[in-house]
């Protein structure tokens, strides 16, 4: 349930007439004196103002005063002698602090319903116990205490009980049993807590014990939402704006080469692959159409792990050969049934299968000019024959082999299969 102000609709406005005798303004350094009821030199300033009730001539009375542990404020109240129409109404002599305020005090003793609160215009003011809210710029300013909280609050509801009891007597009666729980807060009945929440932290709430803490009362400074910002009329900070980072695993990047076989200007395509439960790879791959060369190349795209890794992988199935293999340029091979290593960055960087990894280690071996022609001796051809036929057997799943990846870089792979 919301409660607004039982002030009629109006502000005073600007002077109307020459303005009337003045009473004596305070020196310039004590332009904002504290709030006292002793001290005689504290006068008000009267302008002659033109009222919005009856439109004659009224008295606006301004009051620079200083809230002791808390800051300066303007009271303005406004009294016309023709319609005793009146008003009321306090600001901010400050600027909108950089932080929002939250007042929650416990009301335990009639000494409570005595502090003084200011709560501007901007503030919301809540009773949890009664589910029961001011909203926000729904009431003027003002310098009053608890007490005159709540008892603003019941005049406001008050106001026009008579039409509804008229139009929705349903709904009267309804507001008139919370008029009473209202009153049996003003009597402390019961504890109660009033909250008050300011965004723009020129609300405040004494504490009467000041400086020493006071355990009934608890303030929260916070930061202001975009929301409450707009709410203020302040430009809320527009958030930095974080440059936008390319996404390459969907794209092919291409840039220009020479191929490394003829020398004859290539393209490379270069693609950005994440290996799942392992890491990115770089993936690139050239093509000349000058000779018909083609190559391609795995980089890790990650950094050199802590640990090296090694990998031990017993062939036994054909089944075993589809699993996928990243070899880096830093991992060597070997597969100790045919006495075979393959040493660092040979066949560079590869992501393949398993059977591709070995049809690769046979045309090297094979194909390897240095072991082929007139040069070559026939215990040698013998032995490539013999390695190339057990590796075809490896390849056709007819013999058991283990195979050997070691990397000190911890940037090569081997597929695991999924286990249901």
Request: glycine letters at 6%; aromatic letters at 4%; hydrophobic letters at 35%.
């Amino acid at each position: 349930m919301a409660a607004s102000g039982a002030v009629a609709p109006g502000t005073p406005a600007a002077p109307a007439a020459p303005p009337p005798s003045r009473a004596q303004a305070p020196a310039p350094e004590h332009l904002f004196r504290p709030l006292s009821a002793e001290d005689e030199e504290q006068q008000p300033t009267e302008i002659e103002s033109l009222c919005m009730n009856c439109y004659r001539n009224g008295t606006t009375r301004l009051l620079l005063t200083k809230i002791p542990f808390f800051r300066e404020i303007i009271v303005s109240s406004f009294s016309c002698e023709h319609c005793g129409w009146s008003n009321t109404e306090i600001h901010s002599a400050g600027r909108v602090q950089d932080q929002g305020v939250r007042y929650a005090l416990t009301v335990r003793t009639q000494e409570d319903m005595n502090r003084e609160v200011v709560k501007t215009d901007s503030a919301t003011t809540r009773i949890p116990e009664l589910d029961f809210e001011i909203p926000a710029f729904s009431q003027k300013g003002a310098l009053t205490t608890v007490e005159g909280l709540i008892s603003r609050a019941i005049s406001g509801l008050e106001q026009d009980q008579p039409t509804r009891r008229a139009n929705e007597e349903a709904v009267a009666e309804r507001i008139d049993e919370f008029i009473i729980r209202l009153k049996e807060l003003r009597r402390v009945a019961s504890p109660f807590t009033l909250i008050i929440d300011d965004p723009s932290g020129n609300s405040f709430v004494e504490n009467p014990r000041a400086p020493q803490k006071d355990d009934a009362l608890a303030v929260t400074h916070y930061e202001r939402t975009v929301q409450q910002q707009e709410l203020l009329g302040l430009q809320a900070e527009a958030p930095e704006e974080k440059p936008e980072e390319e996404d390459l695993r969907n794209e092919v990047l291409q840039f220009h080469t020479n191929c490394p076989e003829c020398n004859a200007p290539a393209q490379t395509n270069m693609k950005l692959v994440q290996i799942p439960h392992f890491k990115e790879v770089i993936i690139m791959a050239t093509n000349c159409d000058s000779c018909g060369h083609r190559t391609n190349e795995v980089k890790s795209g990650g950094a050199v792990e802590p640990l090296g890794t090694r990998i031990t992988f017993h062939i036994t199935h054909p089944s075993d050969l589809t699993r996928d293999v990243l070899k880096s340029e830093t991992c060597s091979v070997e597969i100790p049934e045919l006495e075979f290593e393959l040493g660092m960055a040979v066949l560079g960087g590869k992501f393949t299968t398993l059977e591709g990894l070995l049809k690769d280690i046979r045309d090297l071996v094979t194909k390897n000019p240095f072991t082929l022609g007139d040069s070559s001796s026939p215990g040698q051809r013998e032995k490539l024959r013999e390695f190339s036929q057990k590796l075809d057997e490896i390849l056709e799943g007819k013999l058991t082999a283990h195979l050997v990846m070691d990397d000190p870089a911890g940037n090569s792979y081997l597929q695991e299969p999924l286990r249901m």
